[in-house]
């Protein structure tokens, strides 16, 4: 196990990561609301549950990571009585997308993900915990408020001034019944044209803050070690979770909470999308690719915002061109000599580096200069030829390993149809020293997307922009 440090925004310490169970660390990203699709912001915040995991399960621990969608709220509602149609019929292609730009961008799955609407039950029956402990009363209208004023540890995780959040939160206009501004719903009463659910508590929908509680709680248990989300979501979305979770169970909820900074679209290309919100889609329409837009999402550290510029992905691609270039020469590497005997020390280095980076509080930078330095290192020993065959298995696998972390190895296997017989073509114009014909060959096969390089071992192809599942 490593010695894994992160800042937990409650407290605001970076505090030694200690799992409730050692043999399971049990963790809950907030997903994406489906009333549109989820824009590359969201899936920085995404990107984060998946990064921990990724690495809590690299450095050794066994990981349960829970995400949810938030298919019944009030954005879906609204967007319910101006379009018409089901619930199912408006969610469902956002759905959609939203599994095929995880799939995509390499991101989990996560172990289970949970929809609003198949827990209804479990939210109504933490709603009546907090009814019969006094932290929560009915209105006339049907709706349940949560009792602030009941709670008065509120507004630790967000350090909210004491009334700090009476005089932020504005009155809506259904909100009167409220004994107290700053409650907030737990529970809608029902209204013509809105989507409710009969329950024990009476008839009516769930607010969004007890969704996540009444999930997290069911697939992880009443106390679980990491939540995870962008740090809009610290209030009153966490603040509140914790308040009705805690008061329901008198349990600590959480035991680390980790925020995501914003990502600030400044650059003219994304700036020119409708409201400054770019879909992973648009980003692909710009010729990108899926595993690029992840590396230039993952590349800076989570709490740090990330200015995304026009040159962001450029930069990316050019990270991911080396180091995938790397590998592809690794993989391609024969020399039928004795083993560098520098080789273990360099690979142990490279990975000892990479976990005291990651370690401190996922620093990625950290972490990714220790991968670059090696393809460095290896790039030459593959140049001056001090590698044997197995060598350079050995350290192509050691990158794949420091890749199980970061998923933006790109070494495709799969050529387009009719590609490996041009490059047989190709080969055997080399061999007889037809350099016109290789050079038109090299032309066509880049047409088709596959660029040719010629080394020591022979020509070496890769696909750009294709994406392996590597
Ligand atoms: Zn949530």
């Known amino acids: 196990m490593t010695r894994l440090k992160l800042t ?23 997903g994406p609301t489906v009333y549109g699709p989820s824009h590359v912001g969201n899936f920085r915040a995404f990107l984060l549950g998946d990064l921990v995991s990724r690495y809590l399960r690299w450095s050794g621990y066994k990981v349960m990571w829970v995400m949810n969608i938030t298919d019944v709220d009030d954005r879906i509602i609204r967007d319910l009585g101006e379009k018409g149609g089901t619930l199912d019929e408006l969610t469902a292609p956002n759905i959609a997308r939203f599994m ?27 709603i009546a915990r907090l009814l019969a402990n006094g932290h929560a009363y009915k209105t006339d209208d049907g709706s349940i408020y949560f009792r602030i004023s009941s709670w008065p540890a509120y507004g630790t995780l967000a350090r909210l001034e004491p009334g700090a959040a009476r005089q932020t939160e504005r009155v809506a206009a259904d909100d009167y019944g409220k004994d107290d501004v700053r409650d907030f719903a737990l529970w809608k009463g029902t209204k013509p044209g809105e989507p409710a659910w009969e329950t024990e508590i009476g008839p009516g929908r769930p607010g969004w803050h007890i969704e996540c509680s009444a999930m997290s709680m069911k697939q992880l248990g009443e ?10 979501l610290i209030f009153p979305h966490h603040e509140n979770e914790i308040a009705q979770s805690e008061a329901a169970t008198g349990k600590k909820f959480v035991t680390t909470w980790l925020h995501n900074a914003h990502l600030q679209l400044s650059g003219q290309k994304m700036a020119r999308r409708v409201g400054n919100i770019a879909r992973p889609a648009d ?3 710009d010729g990108y690719t899926p595993v690029e837009l992840r590396y230039a999402l993952l590349a800076t550290h989570y709490r740090a915002p990330l200015e ?23 993989d391609a590497y024969e020399e039928d000599k004795a083993d560098d005997p520098d080789l273990p020390a360099v690979l142990a280095s490279a990975r000892a580096a990479f976990a005291l980076a990651m370690d401190d509080d996922l620093n990625v930078s950290g972490a990714l200069a220790a991968v670059f330095e090696l393809v460095r290192d290896l790039n030459r020993r593959v140049d001056v030829r001090s590698l044997s065959s197995a060598d350079a298995q050995r350290a192509a696998a050691a990158l794949r390993d420091l890749d ?24 055997a114009a080399r061999a007889a020293k037809e350099w016109a014909k290789s050079d038109e060959l090299r032309d066509t096969l880049a047409a088709m997307g596959v660029a040719v390089e010629d080394t020591r071992d022979g020509q070496r192809w890769r696909v750009v922009g294709r994406v392996s599942d590597g």
Request: hydrophobic share 45%.
């Open 404 to 427: 199980s972390v970061l998923g933006v190895i790109s070494v495709p296997d799969t050529l387009p149809d009719g590609a490996a017989a041009l490059l047989e073509e190709r080969a």
């Open 223 to 232: 106390s679980f070690d990491i939540h995870t989300g962008g740090v809009d």
């Open 283 to 285: 980003v692909y329409e």
């Open 8 to 30: 937990n925004t409650l407290g605001g310490a970076l505090e030694e990561f200690a799992p409730l169970d050692p043999s399971n660390v049990r963790m809950y990203s907030c």
């Open 308 to 330: 995304w510029g026009d040159d962001t992905l450029d930069h990316a691609r050019a990270a991911l061109e080396r180091l995938s270039t790397a590998v592809a020469a690794l």
């Open 100 to 126: 095929a730009d995880l799939g995509g961008l390499r991101i989990g799955p996560p172990d289970v993900l949970t929809r609003a609407t198949e827990h209804i039950p479990e939210m109504a029956a933490l």
